[in-house]
Protein backbone atom coordinates (compact mmCIF):
# COMPACT_ATOMS: atom_id res chain seq x y z
CA UNK A 1 0.00 0.00 0.00
CA UNK A 2 1.06 3.76 -0.88
CA UNK A 3 1.85 5.84 2.03
CA UNK A 4 -0.33 8.49 2.23
CA UNK A 5 0.97 11.93 1.25
CA UNK A 6 0.97 14.36 3.76
CA UNK A 7 1.19 18.11 3.45
CA UNK A 8 4.24 18.79 5.02
CA UNK A 9 5.86 16.90 2.08
CA UNK A 10 4.63 18.81 -0.39
CA UNK A 11 7.71 22.33 -1.28
CA UNK A 12 6.63 24.80 -3.51
CA UNK A 13 9.42 23.18 -6.15
CA UNK A 14 7.67 20.42 -5.98
CA UNK A 15 4.37 22.13 -7.04
CA UNK A 16 6.02 22.56 -10.39
CA UNK A 17 5.65 26.12 -10.41
CA UNK A 18 7.40 28.23 -13.19
CA UNK A 19 10.87 29.49 -12.63
CA UNK A 20 10.21 33.19 -12.10
CA UNK A 21 7.17 32.18 -9.18
CA UNK A 22 9.63 29.94 -7.48
CA UNK A 23 12.22 32.68 -7.76
CA UNK A 24 9.83 35.26 -6.12
CA UNK A 25 8.85 32.45 -3.70
CA UNK A 26 12.63 32.15 -2.50
CA UNK A 27 12.58 35.90 -2.59
CA UNK A 28 10.07 36.39 0.01
CA UNK A 29 11.66 33.92 2.21
CA UNK A 30 8.39 31.90 1.82
CA UNK A 31 9.53 28.53 2.95
CA UNK A 32 6.48 25.83 2.76
CA UNK A 33 2.89 26.21 1.26
CA UNK A 34 0.66 26.74 4.11
CA UNK A 35 -2.27 24.56 4.78
CA UNK A 36 -4.03 26.36 2.37
CA UNK A 37 -2.03 26.45 -0.28
CA UNK A 38 -0.63 23.02 -0.45
CA UNK A 39 -4.43 21.94 -0.99
CA UNK A 40 -5.86 24.57 -3.31
CA UNK A 41 -2.67 24.95 -5.69
CA UNK A 42 -2.30 21.29 -7.46
CA UNK A 43 -6.05 21.16 -7.86
CA UNK A 44 -6.10 25.14 -9.22
CA UNK A 45 -2.81 23.86 -11.45
CA UNK A 46 -5.34 21.25 -12.87
CA UNK A 47 -7.40 24.97 -13.85
CA UNK A 48 -10.06 23.01 -11.88
CA UNK A 49 -13.28 25.63 -10.86
CA UNK A 50 -12.54 25.78 -6.83
CA UNK A 51 -14.83 26.84 -3.79
CA UNK A 52 -12.24 27.51 -0.84
CA UNK A 53 -12.98 28.53 2.51
CA UNK A 54 -10.05 29.63 4.31
CA UNK A 55 -9.32 31.73 7.29
CA UNK A 56 -8.04 35.62 6.69
CA UNK A 57 -4.19 34.98 7.43
CA UNK A 58 -3.77 31.66 5.76
CA UNK A 59 -2.04 32.63 2.89
CA UNK A 60 -4.91 32.41 0.49
CA UNK A 61 -3.92 35.33 -1.68
CA UNK A 62 -1.06 33.24 -2.54
CA UNK A 63 -3.04 30.42 -2.93
CA UNK A 64 -4.71 31.70 -5.73
CA UNK A 65 -2.34 33.96 -7.23
CA UNK A 66 0.43 31.78 -8.04
CA UNK A 67 -1.73 28.95 -9.83
CA UNK A 68 -3.29 31.87 -11.66
CA UNK A 69 0.29 33.47 -12.68
CA UNK A 70 1.47 29.99 -13.44
CA UNK A 71 -1.11 29.68 -16.33
CA UNK A 72 -0.57 33.45 -17.15
CA UNK A 73 3.21 32.41 -17.96
CA UNK A 74 2.45 28.89 -19.33
CA UNK A 75 -1.07 28.56 -21.85
CA UNK A 76 -0.31 30.87 -25.01
CA UNK A 77 -0.21 34.68 -24.64
CA UNK A 78 -3.25 36.08 -25.73
CA UNK A 79 -3.19 39.26 -27.39
CA UNK A 80 -5.74 40.83 -26.52
CA UNK A 81 -7.75 41.63 -23.27
CA UNK A 82 -7.22 40.91 -19.77
CA UNK A 83 -6.40 37.66 -19.09
CA UNK A 84 -6.85 37.75 -14.77
CA UNK A 85 -9.35 39.19 -12.95
CA UNK A 86 -9.84 39.28 -9.03
CA UNK A 87 -12.71 40.36 -7.86
CA UNK A 88 -12.34 41.88 -4.10
CA UNK A 89 -14.83 43.71 -1.58
CA UNK A 90 -12.83 46.64 0.05
CA UNK A 91 -10.00 49.35 -1.80
CA UNK A 92 -7.84 47.77 1.11
CA UNK A 93 -8.04 44.22 0.09
CA UNK A 94 -7.13 44.94 -3.70
CA UNK A 95 -3.97 47.21 -2.38
CA UNK A 96 -2.53 44.25 -0.61
CA UNK A 97 -3.48 41.69 -3.28
CA UNK A 98 -2.09 43.78 -5.44
CA UNK A 99 1.05 44.47 -3.18
CA UNK A 100 1.48 40.42 -2.87
CA UNK A 101 1.26 40.28 -6.80
CA UNK A 102 3.86 42.19 -7.66
CA UNK A 103 6.20 40.39 -5.68
CA UNK A 104 5.17 37.41 -7.16
CA UNK A 105 5.33 38.44 -10.92
CA UNK A 106 8.66 40.79 -10.11
CA UNK A 107 10.60 38.60 -11.97
CA UNK A 108 8.07 38.13 -14.99
CA UNK A 109 7.00 40.38 -17.80
CA UNK A 110 3.60 40.66 -16.34
CA UNK A 111 1.80 43.38 -15.49
CA UNK A 112 -0.79 44.14 -12.88
CA UNK A 113 -3.19 46.84 -11.85
CA UNK A 114 -6.17 47.71 -9.53
CA UNK A 115 -9.77 49.32 -10.39
CA UNK A 116 -11.18 50.87 -7.12
CA UNK A 117 -13.35 53.87 -6.45
CA UNK A 118 -11.46 56.81 -5.01
CA UNK A 119 -8.88 56.43 -7.38
CA UNK A 120 -8.50 58.46 -10.55
CA UNK A 121 -11.04 57.08 -13.48
CA UNK A 122 -9.25 58.37 -16.69
CA UNK A 123 -5.78 56.35 -15.43
CA UNK A 124 -8.21 53.27 -14.90
CA UNK A 125 -9.83 53.36 -18.31
CA UNK A 126 -6.24 53.70 -19.86
CA UNK A 127 -4.93 50.55 -17.89
CA UNK A 128 -7.62 48.80 -19.24
CA UNK A 129 -6.92 49.88 -22.95
CA UNK A 130 -3.57 48.70 -22.29
CA UNK A 131 -4.49 45.32 -22.03
CA UNK A 132 -3.02 45.04 -18.54
CA UNK A 133 -3.05 40.81 -17.94
CA UNK A 134 -3.87 40.74 -14.31
CA UNK A 135 -6.92 43.40 -12.99
CA UNK A 136 -7.67 43.45 -9.21
CA UNK A 137 -10.83 45.06 -8.76
CA UNK A 138 -13.86 45.87 -6.60
CA UNK A 139 -17.04 45.29 -7.99
CA UNK A 140 -19.10 48.67 -8.33
CA UNK A 141 -15.97 50.89 -9.84
CA UNK A 142 -15.52 48.34 -12.60
CA UNK A 143 -19.04 47.73 -13.48
CA UNK A 144 -18.74 51.75 -13.22
CA UNK A 145 -16.31 51.67 -15.77
CA UNK A 146 -17.65 48.73 -18.07
CA UNK A 147 -20.87 51.41 -18.27
CA UNK A 148 -18.86 53.35 -20.13
CA UNK A 149 -17.17 51.34 -22.18
CA UNK A 150 -16.59 47.30 -22.28
CA UNK A 151 -13.62 46.40 -20.98
CA UNK A 152 -12.37 43.30 -22.86
CA UNK A 153 -13.01 40.20 -20.30
CA UNK A 154 -13.78 37.52 -23.66
CA UNK A 155 -10.21 36.03 -23.04
CA UNK A 156 -9.78 35.81 -19.53
CA UNK A 157 -7.96 32.49 -18.22
CA UNK A 158 -8.93 32.82 -14.60
CA UNK A 159 -11.35 34.75 -12.58
CA UNK A 160 -11.51 35.07 -9.08
CA UNK A 161 -13.91 35.92 -6.41
CA UNK A 162 -11.97 36.88 -3.09
CA UNK A 163 -13.78 37.12 0.26
CA UNK A 164 -17.18 36.68 -1.29
CA UNK A 165 -19.08 36.32 1.98
CA UNK A 166 -18.26 39.89 2.48
CA UNK A 167 -18.58 40.84 -0.95
CA UNK A 168 -22.38 39.39 -0.71
CA UNK A 169 -22.89 40.78 2.99
CA UNK A 170 -22.14 44.53 1.06
CA UNK A 171 -24.85 44.06 -1.80
CA UNK A 172 -22.15 43.23 -4.65
CA UNK A 173 -23.98 39.74 -5.38
CA UNK A 174 -25.87 41.44 -8.46
CA UNK A 175 -22.22 43.18 -9.67
CA UNK A 176 -20.75 40.26 -9.19
CA UNK A 177 -22.74 38.09 -11.34
CA UNK A 178 -23.08 41.05 -14.32
CA UNK A 179 -19.57 41.11 -14.37
CA UNK A 180 -18.93 37.49 -14.56
CA UNK A 181 -21.53 37.56 -17.65
CA UNK A 182 -19.26 40.02 -19.49
CA UNK A 183 -16.49 37.22 -18.76
CA UNK A 184 -16.06 34.21 -21.25
CA UNK A 185 -17.31 30.91 -20.81
CA UNK A 186 -14.59 28.69 -20.58
CA UNK A 187 -12.12 30.59 -17.94
CA UNK A 188 -11.16 28.97 -14.88
CA UNK A 189 -13.27 30.31 -11.44
CA UNK A 190 -11.79 30.54 -8.32
CA UNK A 191 -13.82 31.75 -5.03
CA UNK A 192 -12.30 32.39 -2.13
CA UNK A 193 -14.67 32.83 1.16
CA UNK A 194 -14.10 32.85 4.65
CA UNK A 195 -16.83 30.15 5.62
CA UNK A 196 -18.76 27.81 3.58
CA UNK A 197 -21.95 28.05 5.32
CA UNK A 198 -23.01 31.21 4.02
CA UNK A 199 -26.03 30.61 1.81
CA UNK A 200 -25.32 33.17 -0.58
CA UNK A 201 -21.79 31.64 -1.12
CA UNK A 202 -23.22 28.07 -1.90
CA UNK A 203 -25.71 29.83 -4.33
CA UNK A 204 -23.04 31.92 -6.44
CA UNK A 205 -21.11 29.64 -6.56
CA UNK A 206 -23.88 27.23 -7.77
CA UNK A 207 -24.34 30.11 -10.83
CA UNK A 208 -20.65 30.69 -11.63
CA UNK A 209 -18.64 27.64 -11.25
CA UNK A 210 -18.38 23.92 -13.38
CA UNK A 211 -17.69 21.04 -11.55
CA UNK A 212 -15.91 22.32 -9.00
CA UNK A 213 -13.82 20.94 -6.19
CA UNK A 214 -14.36 22.32 -2.79
CA UNK A 215 -11.57 22.81 -0.18
CA UNK A 216 -12.60 23.25 3.14
CA UNK A 217 -9.82 24.35 5.28
CA UNK A 218 -10.14 26.38 8.67
CA UNK A 219 -13.46 27.15 8.77
CA UNK A 220 -14.76 29.31 11.29
CA UNK A 221 -15.09 26.35 13.75
CA UNK A 222 -11.63 25.93 13.61
CA UNK A 223 -10.56 28.29 15.91
CA UNK A 224 -7.33 30.63 15.70
CA UNK A 225 -4.38 28.14 17.09
CA UNK A 226 -2.00 31.40 17.44
CA UNK A 227 -4.14 33.87 18.82
CA UNK A 228 -4.83 33.84 22.65
CA UNK A 229 -8.62 34.74 23.13
CA UNK A 230 -9.77 36.46 26.33
CA UNK A 231 -12.58 38.10 28.04
CA UNK A 232 -12.34 41.33 30.93
CA UNK A 233 -15.55 41.71 32.03
CA UNK A 234 -16.88 45.39 32.31
CA UNK A 235 -19.89 47.56 34.06
CA UNK A 236 -20.46 50.39 31.02
CA UNK A 237 -18.76 51.90 28.39
CA UNK A 238 -17.43 54.39 31.01
CA UNK A 239 -15.43 51.30 32.67
CA UNK A 240 -14.53 49.91 29.44
CA UNK A 241 -12.57 53.46 28.07
CA UNK A 242 -10.34 53.25 31.79
CA UNK A 243 -10.19 49.36 30.57
CA UNK A 244 -8.97 50.39 27.28
CA UNK A 245 -6.47 52.95 28.53
CA UNK A 246 -4.80 50.15 30.66
CA UNK A 247 -4.48 47.65 28.73
CA UNK A 248 -2.95 49.98 26.17
CA UNK A 249 -0.77 51.01 28.66
CA UNK A 250 0.22 47.68 29.88
CA UNK A 251 0.29 45.46 27.63
CA UNK A 252 3.61 44.36 25.71
CA UNK A 253 2.70 44.59 21.93
CA UNK A 254 3.91 46.15 18.48
CA UNK A 255 0.85 47.34 17.16
CA UNK A 256 -2.49 47.13 18.46
CA UNK A 257 -6.03 47.40 16.71
CA UNK A 258 -9.48 48.37 18.48
CA UNK A 259 -12.74 47.17 17.28
CA UNK A 260 -16.06 49.38 17.81
CA UNK A 261 -19.09 48.64 16.08
CA UNK A 262 -19.66 52.36 15.12
CA UNK A 263 -17.81 54.92 13.57
CA UNK A 264 -19.17 57.58 16.27
CA UNK A 265 -17.37 55.15 19.09
CA UNK A 266 -14.29 54.99 17.02
CA UNK A 267 -13.91 58.91 17.32
CA UNK A 268 -15.21 59.09 20.71
CA UNK A 269 -11.98 57.31 21.83
CA UNK A 270 -9.30 58.83 20.13
CA UNK A 271 -9.35 61.62 22.26
CA UNK A 272 -8.85 60.09 25.75
CA UNK A 273 -6.36 58.11 24.42
CA UNK A 274 -4.30 60.83 22.76
CA UNK A 275 -4.67 62.11 26.10
CA UNK A 276 -2.40 59.39 27.78
CA UNK A 277 -0.28 60.00 25.45
CA UNK A 278 -0.87 57.00 23.04
CA UNK A 279 0.09 57.28 19.21
CA UNK A 280 -3.68 56.42 18.06
CA UNK A 281 -4.98 56.51 14.51
CA UNK A 282 -9.00 56.29 13.28
CA UNK A 283 -9.99 54.33 10.18
CA UNK A 284 -13.58 53.89 9.39
CA UNK A 285 -15.59 54.22 6.13
CA UNK A 286 -16.94 58.46 6.77
CA UNK A 287 -13.02 59.34 6.26
CA UNK A 288 -11.97 60.13 2.51
CA UNK A 289 -10.16 57.53 0.74
CA UNK A 290 -6.68 59.75 0.52
CA UNK A 291 -7.32 60.21 4.70
CA UNK A 292 -7.85 56.51 5.19
CA UNK A 293 -4.64 55.80 3.00
CA UNK A 294 -2.63 58.12 4.94
CA UNK A 295 -3.92 56.63 7.99
CA UNK A 296 -2.69 53.12 7.06
CA UNK A 297 0.93 54.57 5.89
CA UNK A 298 1.26 56.07 9.30
CA UNK A 299 0.14 52.79 10.91
CA UNK A 300 1.76 50.49 8.71
CA UNK A 301 5.44 52.63 9.38
CA UNK A 302 4.68 52.89 13.36
CA UNK A 303 3.67 56.27 13.42
CA UNK A 304 1.26 55.55 14.99
CA UNK A 305 0.70 51.99 16.94
CA UNK A 306 -3.32 52.27 18.15
CA UNK A 307 -5.50 51.96 14.95
CA UNK A 308 -9.30 52.31 16.45
CA UNK A 309 -11.34 50.65 13.26
CA UNK A 310 -14.63 49.56 12.69
CA UNK A 311 -15.10 46.19 10.59
CA UNK A 312 -14.47 48.13 7.24
CA UNK A 313 -10.55 47.20 8.34
CA UNK A 314 -11.44 43.88 9.53
CA UNK A 315 -11.75 42.43 6.60
CA UNK A 316 -8.19 42.77 3.90
CA UNK A 317 -6.02 44.69 6.34
CA UNK A 318 -3.00 42.70 6.10
CA UNK A 319 0.25 44.20 8.72
CA UNK A 320 3.00 43.06 10.02
CA UNK A 321 3.29 43.00 13.97
CA UNK A 322 -0.37 43.36 14.97
CA UNK A 323 -0.12 41.15 17.93
CA UNK A 324 -2.78 42.83 20.32
CA UNK A 325 -6.55 43.00 18.93
CA UNK A 326 -9.29 44.39 21.51
CA UNK A 327 -12.80 44.23 20.78
CA UNK A 328 -14.07 47.59 22.79
CA UNK A 329 -17.59 46.30 21.68
CA UNK A 330 -18.14 43.19 21.24
CA UNK A 331 -19.14 42.33 17.41
CA UNK A 332 -22.49 41.30 16.22
CA UNK A 333 -21.65 37.74 15.18
CA UNK A 334 -19.15 35.27 14.89
CA UNK A 335 -18.31 36.17 11.46
CA UNK A 336 -17.41 39.22 12.35
CA UNK A 337 -15.50 38.37 15.59
CA UNK A 338 -13.11 35.73 13.44
CA UNK A 339 -12.82 38.63 10.83
CA UNK A 340 -11.67 40.99 13.49
CA UNK A 341 -9.26 38.62 15.60
CA UNK A 342 -7.81 37.35 12.10
CA UNK A 343 -5.99 40.98 11.94
CA UNK A 344 -3.47 39.39 14.69
CA UNK A 345 -1.34 35.89 14.65
CA UNK A 346 -1.56 35.92 11.30
CA UNK A 347 1.15 33.00 9.37
CA UNK A 348 4.21 32.71 12.09
CA UNK A 349 2.58 35.43 14.72
CA UNK A 350 1.49 35.21 18.07
CA UNK A 351 -1.66 37.44 18.74
CA UNK A 352 -3.47 37.84 21.92
CA UNK A 353 -7.45 39.26 21.54
CA UNK A 354 -9.31 41.27 24.41
CA UNK A 355 -12.65 41.35 24.32
CA UNK A 356 -14.63 43.80 27.10
CA UNK A 357 -17.97 42.61 27.58
CA UNK A 358 -20.73 44.53 29.84
CA UNK A 359 -23.95 42.40 31.18
CA UNK A 360 -25.61 43.62 27.87
CA UNK A 361 -23.16 42.06 25.30
CA UNK A 362 -22.89 38.69 27.61
CA UNK A 363 -25.00 36.71 25.82
CA UNK A 364 -23.77 37.74 22.17
CA UNK A 365 -20.44 36.73 23.49
CA UNK A 366 -21.82 33.60 24.96
CA UNK A 367 -23.45 33.17 21.54
CA UNK A 368 -20.08 34.16 19.44
CA UNK A 369 -17.76 31.48 22.02
CA UNK A 370 -20.55 28.35 21.07
CA UNK A 371 -20.45 29.56 17.48
CA UNK A 372 -16.44 28.87 17.87
CA UNK A 373 -17.08 25.69 19.55
CA UNK A 374 -14.42 27.53 22.07
CA UNK A 375 -14.10 28.97 25.26
CA UNK A 376 -12.36 32.06 26.14
CA UNK A 377 -10.21 32.53 28.82
CA UNK A 378 -12.03 35.43 31.79
CA UNK A 379 -9.50 37.72 33.04
CA UNK A 380 -9.61 40.95 35.83
CA UNK A 381 -7.77 43.65 35.50
CA UNK A 382 -6.98 44.21 39.36
CA UNK A 383 -6.64 48.06 39.26
CA UNK A 384 -9.65 48.35 37.96
CA UNK A 385 -11.91 45.49 39.23
CA UNK A 386 -15.39 47.09 38.31
CA UNK A 387 -19.04 45.78 40.36
CA UNK A 388 -19.87 43.47 37.23
CA UNK A 389 -18.36 40.09 37.87
CA UNK A 390 -20.51 38.24 35.29
CA UNK A 391 -24.16 37.20 35.09
CA UNK A 392 -24.60 35.16 38.71
CA UNK A 393 -26.18 31.76 36.89
CA UNK A 394 -24.98 30.77 33.62
CA UNK A 395 -27.35 28.02 31.92
CA UNK A 396 -25.55 25.33 29.67
CA UNK A 397 -25.74 27.37 26.90
CA UNK A 398 -23.03 29.78 28.63
CA UNK A 399 -26.34 32.48 28.76
CA UNK A 400 -26.69 34.49 31.52
CA UNK A 401 -30.09 33.08 33.51
CA UNK A 402 -32.51 35.75 34.04
CA UNK A 403 -32.60 38.61 31.62
CA UNK A 404 -35.00 37.12 29.47
CA UNK A 405 -37.37 36.88 32.44
CA UNK A 406 -36.07 40.25 33.49
CA UNK A 407 -37.34 42.10 30.22
CA UNK A 408 -40.50 40.05 30.49
CA UNK A 409 -41.67 41.30 33.53
CA UNK A 410 -40.83 44.91 32.39
CA UNK A 411 -42.85 44.15 29.39
CA UNK A 412 -45.39 42.77 31.72
CA UNK A 413 -45.45 45.90 33.34
CA UNK A 414 -45.57 48.27 30.59
CA UNK A 415 -48.80 46.15 29.28
CA UNK A 416 -50.58 46.58 32.80
CA UNK A 417 -49.96 50.03 32.91
CA UNK A 418 -51.41 50.06 29.24
CA UNK A 419 -54.24 48.01 30.13
CA UNK A 420 -54.59 50.32 33.35
CA UNK A 421 -54.95 53.63 31.03
CA UNK A 422 -57.58 51.81 28.71
CA UNK A 423 -59.20 50.51 31.78
CA UNK A 424 -59.87 53.98 33.19
CA UNK A 425 -59.99 56.31 30.30
CA UNK A 426 -61.72 53.86 27.17
CA UNK A 427 -63.64 51.57 27.64
CA UNK A 428 -65.50 49.83 25.13
CA UNK A 429 -64.06 52.42 22.52
CA UNK A 430 -60.95 51.30 20.24
CA UNK A 431 -58.19 53.12 19.90
CA UNK A 432 -56.07 53.89 16.79
CA UNK A 433 -52.14 52.74 17.92
CA UNK A 434 -49.97 55.88 19.02
CA UNK A 435 -47.01 56.32 17.91
CA UNK A 436 -45.16 55.76 21.04
CA UNK A 437 -46.27 52.72 22.81
CA UNK A 438 -46.43 49.95 19.94
CA UNK A 439 -43.21 50.83 19.08
CA UNK A 440 -41.61 50.88 23.24
CA UNK A 441 -43.63 46.86 23.24
CA UNK A 442 -41.76 46.20 19.59
CA UNK A 443 -38.29 47.35 21.52
CA UNK A 444 -39.05 44.96 24.40
CA UNK A 445 -40.19 42.42 22.46
CA UNK A 446 -37.35 42.50 20.07
CA UNK A 447 -34.75 42.58 23.11
CA UNK A 448 -36.79 39.67 24.38
CA UNK A 449 -35.65 37.46 21.33
CA UNK A 450 -31.96 38.73 21.03
CA UNK A 451 -31.05 37.89 24.87
P1 LIG B 1 -3.34 36.20 3.40
O1 LIG B 1 -4.07 35.09 4.09
O2 LIG B 1 -3.34 36.05 1.95
O3 LIG B 1 -3.82 37.54 3.86
O4 LIG B 1 -1.78 36.09 3.83
C1 LIG B 1 -1.27 36.41 5.09
C2 LIG B 1 0.22 36.67 5.08
O5 LIG B 1 0.94 35.44 4.93
C3 LIG B 1 0.70 37.58 3.98
O6 LIG B 1 1.55 38.55 4.55
C4 LIG B 1 1.50 36.65 3.06
O7 LIG B 1 2.56 37.32 2.41
C5 LIG B 1 2.03 35.60 4.01
N1 LIG B 1 2.27 34.28 3.40
C6 LIG B 1 1.57 33.74 2.37
N2 LIG B 1 2.04 32.51 2.08
C7 LIG B 1 3.06 32.26 2.93
C8 LIG B 1 3.93 31.15 3.14
N3 LIG B 1 3.85 30.04 2.40
N4 LIG B 1 4.86 31.25 4.12
C9 LIG B 1 4.94 32.36 4.88
N5 LIG B 1 4.15 33.44 4.75
C10 LIG B 1 3.19 33.40 3.79
Given amino acids: MQPKTTFSTLSFSSLLLAEPLLKAISKLGFKLPTPVQQKSIPLALEYKDL???????????????????????????????????ILAPTRELTQQIFKQCQQLIEFTDLKAGIITGGDDFRLQQN??????????????????????EIPNFSNLDVFILDEADRM???????????????CNAQKQTLLFSATLTHFGVIKMADKLLKNHEIVALNTLHDGHRNIEQQI??????????????????????????????????????????????????????????????????LYRDGEVNIMIATDLAARGLDIKGINLVINFDVPRNGINYIHRIGRTGRVDELGLTIALVKSTEWNLMSGIERFLK????????????????????????????????????????????????RDKKNIGKRREPTNSSPSSLQVKKDETIDS
Fill in 51 to 85: LVSAETGSGKTVAFLLPTLHHLLTLPSKKIGTRAL
Fill in 127 to 148: MLRRNTEIIIATPGRLLELMEQ
Fill in 168 to 182: LDMGFSEDVLTIAKS
Fill in 232 to 297: VVADDNDHKQKLLAWLLLNETYDKALVFTNSKIQADVLRGPLRAQKLRVGVLHGDMDQKDRNRMME
Fill in 374 to 421: QKFKHRTIKELQGKYKGPKKIKASGKAVGIKKKIESKKAVVEKVKIRH
